[in-house]
């Protein structure tokens, strides 16, 4: 049974202005739990295999929220959970779905049932002579038919006949962990083998080495050092919600980062270059999983408007909504650079980007606000989006700088008009 969700009055305005905290994260995470188990419940109705395959799964998926809702929420309501839910209830829709889409719940069933104790049996998919353990790893098992069996709080692993414990944090030959990076109060996963982890516009990274996950795990103990020093709100609520990355491959371009709006709490990115980009980076793109759980909840914008307009952070002609999402996300860009303005060995470069990321988000709320085709609740939400911007504008910064940031803003303004004539009007 799913629950119908809505934001009471308080938890809106925390969100409006681009904060929330924790308690904000935790309702919109029973929202996307809800969510996830709406799209499940399709495709178990749409089951290609054996009415008796689809029954065991679901069954053992209603043993597990009986027997401990909140390690269900944890497995079921993980972000991957709803990128796979996600990428197979579209695939479905178009007709291209595989049987292995749907297979994938047995291995999210088996692990739920593992996690809350019960008992669990089920035949899981092989791509590729690999078996998805999904928030665990990936298994190597040649052709073998795979079982994920889980018995007193264990998780077993069948490979044609011969037993492997998956359990515990041991290494198990064969197995792929997915690693945590981990820093004091936080444990974030960095996924690099789960089979729903693509869709961000760059394909996702293979496994990384032990030498590139050194790298990442020493950076992001440096980002969260910032993060919990100028910025401890921000660490908070990445705490809360904040729960899988996926590093993506590189290429000669700068660094990359993406979310996808239907997987809450997790987005993919490129190794960013510096600590401070690192922290930028997630509040950036945790606020993208945020307002894209709200607009979940409630619509923002006219769904009939066609309108396009200039984003300062975009070479491209935007819709409204995608004007909106980045207007949301580029708050929480300017109000960290203004944070780790206080970290000196940064403090020249946070107060230059503060000072162009204020200015951007100004200049794209105004769009927003003049665009005639918000709904109630959109405008709410710019209601909230202009006191934070004005509150940022306010800040005293040298001259030059503002200066500097104007001068930008219109350089990018001219390209965009040359790029766009027919937009640009």
Not at 24 to 51: C, F, V
Request: with cysteine; net charge negative.
């Amino acid at each position: 049974m799913t629950t119908f969700h809505e934001l009471d009055t308080d938890t809106f305005t925390a969100l409006a202005v681009g904060d929330g905290g924790p308690a904000a994260i935790a309702e919109l995470q029973r929202a996307q739990l809800s969510r996830h188990l709406i799209l499940i419940g399709n495709l178990l109705r749409e089951w290609p295999g054996t009415p008796a395959e689809r029954d065991a799964i679901g069954a053992v998926l209603d043993r597990a929220r009986d027997a401990d809702p909140d390690r269900f929420a944890e497995v079921v309501g993980a972000p991957l959970v709803g990128s796979w839910s996600g990428i197979a209830t579209r695939a479905l829709g178009q007709g291209i779905a595989d049987p292995s889409d749907f297979g994938q719940l047995a291995g999210i069933a088996a692990v739920a049932a593992a996690a809350c104790g019960v008992p669990a049996d089920l035949v899981v998919p092989i791509r590729n002579g690999v078996a998805s353990v999904p928030g665990l790893g990936a298994l190597s098992t040649g052709d073998a038919p795979v079982r994920l069996i889980a018995d007193g709080g264990q998780l077993t692993a069948d490979v044609g006949g011969r037993r492997v414990l998956l359990s515990g944090d041991g290494d198990v030959p064969g197995l792929q962990r997915v690693r945590d990076l981990t820093a004091p109060g936080v444990r974030i996963a960095l996924d690099d083998v789960d089979p729903y982890r693509h869709g961000h516009h760059a394909p996702p990274a293979n496994r990384l080495d032990d030498a590139d996950f050194e790298q990442w795990e020493k950076l992001f103990g440096e980002a969260w050092g910032l993060l919990t020093r100028r910025l401890p709100e921000r660490a908070a609520e990445l705490a809360a919600g904040l729960r899988t990355l996926v590093p993506l491959q590189t290429d000669s371009r700068a660094a990359r980062s993406a979310t996808i709006k239907y997987a809450f709490g997790v987005f993919g990115l490129t190794l960013p270059p510096s600590a401070a980009e690192f922290a930028v980076t997630m509040v950036h793109e945790f606020q993208h999983s945020k307002l894209s759980a709200i607009l979940d909840l409630t619509p923002m914008t006219d769904p009939h408007d066609t309108s396009r307009h200039f984003a300062p952070w975009r070479t491209d002609p935007r819709p409204l909504a995608g004007l909106l999402q980045g207007v949301y996300a580029f708050v929480g860009v300017a109000d960290s650079w203004r944070g780790l303005r206080l970290e000196p060995e940064i403090a020249e470069e946070a107060t230059r980007k503060f000072a162009e990321a204020r200015i951007n988000v100004a200049e794209g709320l105004r769009s927003v606000e003049a665009s005639g085709s918000l709904l109630p609740d959109g405008v709410r939400l710019v209601r909230g989006l202009r006191e934070r911007t004005d509150e940022l504008l306010a800040e005293p910064l040298p001259d030059e700088v503002v200066q500097a940031a104007e001068l930008a803003l219109g350089d990018t303004l001219r390209q965009w008009r040359e790029r766009n004539p027919a937009t640009a009007g």
